[in-house]
């Protein structure tokens, strides 16, 4: 599947540790975030959904042009990673991205 997308989606991102029952990042989410990025997809990391997603997030930011390339929208990731948006605003934010994608 990850190889017919142009766009991936990553939130959340924690498991259940089988041993402590600890919540904990997800480390097969970064596989996915690799394998994803390698065949040329845009990552959308939701950073305010925490664990992993906001670890990729951090990633995204840091090279944004590596990954998204397109400056006009570095502001609707940087609201990706607001704690204080609810769901809905959010959710908004994401087909805003996607909107501004396919038209590039």
């Given at each position: 599947m990850?190889?017919?997308v142009g766009i991936s989606i990553f939130i959340?991102?924690?498991k259940k540790d089988a041993e402590t029952g600890d919540i904990v990042n997800a480390n097969g989410m970064v596989e996915e975030f690799e394998i994803s990025t390698e065949n040329g997809t845009i990552p959308?990391?939701?950073g305010a959904t925490g664990f992993t997603a906001n670890d990729l997030w951090k990633t995204v930011m840091e090279?944004?042009?590596k990954f998204v390339g397109i400056d006009s929208l570095k502001p609707l990731?940087?609201?990706?990673e607001d704690h204080?948006?609810?769901d809905k605003?959010?959710?908004e934010t994401?087909?805003?991205i996607i909107n501004e994608l396919i038209k590039h």
């Open positions: 990850l190889f017919n959340f991102g924690n959308i990391p939701v090279d944004f042009n990731y940087q609201d990706l204080k948006k609810s605003e959010l959710i994401i087909v805003k």
